[in-house]
């Protein structure tokens, strides 16, 4: 794809721009706040190819991106609604809110790591239970080789350590997660109950993972229901909570992209076929 878009926002372009000042520029705090830097919001939050996919024929992809940022049209047109007093939102612009909300909490790099330091403890105790044996003949049996105590010892040591096996963050994944939870999320945003607190006073602060999910406790005392926040522009704060399912859905997204494996996730998916 010639014009494929490899500069790409974990973080809504739209969105940063209402913290930012007349030149479009905003502060970046690196926690634990030993580095900060001024730069332009076309700049912020930027991941070189984070959710390129890679089709079956081999070519690279930007699907991902280019419908992305469709939602984000959508929802750039309810937060303008919001940031001149319309309140509740309504109709199509409620759905896009709660689409993006949605959207912005699955595709972070949060997201990402989260699932691979899932993945690796997955298989640090796949690969633990099954025993070293079991481990030797998968990986002579794959590589159609003898392997030598000491290399089995490492690939041990690597596969069972306390945090599991070093795995490069997965696109494949994290796009099959976010394509599987959207709808789901964004039904059950939609019909949440929604309030905007507005302050007056000082101003307020936004991260690269602007949408937070809460556990908050409601009557009777024993029981929680599940809660967003996020915080909207430097005086709106916005927060959801409770709800029930919509049988709206948004636009299919694109194809699964395909890509080969990690070796440790293919070493403990044979541990288990073995």
């Given amino acids: 794809m010639a014009n494929r878009v490899r500069r790409q926002h974990v973080v809504s372009h739209f969105y940063l721009r209402s913290f930012a000042n ?78 993006w909300m949605a959207l912005q909490h699955l595709r972070t790099e949060g997201i990402r790591y989260n699932q691979n330091a899932h993945n690796a403890t997955m298989i640090r105790l796949i690969v633990g239970v099954s025993g070293k044996e079991a481990l030797r003949q998968v990986i002579q049996k794959a590589e159609s080789r003898v392997v030598a105590d000491s290399e089995l010892d490492w690939e041990w040591l690597d596969l069972t350590k306390p945090e599991g096996p070093d795995l490069i963050p997965s696109t494949h994944e994290h796009l099959q997660l976010l394509t599987s939870l959207i709808d789901p999320m964004t039904a059950y945003l939609h019909e949440a109950q929604w309030s905007v607190i507005r302050f007056k006073r000082r101003a307020l602060l936004t991260s690269d993972e602007p949408v937070s999910l809460l556990v908050q406790r409601i009557h009777p005392a024993d029981r929680a229901t599940p809660a967003s926040h996020l915080t909207l522009t430097p005086d709106h704060d916005e927060r959801s909570t409770g709800g029930r399912r919509s049988p709206r859905r948004l636009t299919s997204m694109p194809a699964r992209p395909v890509g080969p494996p990690d070796r440790s996730t293919a070493l403990a998916t044979a541990v288990i076929n073995s």
């Fill in 22 to 99: 007349d030149a479009r520029q905003i502060r970046r705090t690196t926690l634990p706040g030993t580095h900060e830097a001024t730069l332009a919001t076309a700049d912020a939050t930027v991941n070189k190819d984070f959710y390129t996919i890679t089709l079956p024929d081999g070519t690279k992809s930007d699907a991902f991106e280019r419908a992305f940022a469709e939602l984000e049209t959508s929802a750039a047109a309810a937060f303008r609604d919001i940031s001149t007093g319309i309140w509740p939102l309504t109709g199509q612009n409620r759905h896009a809110m709660a689409a």
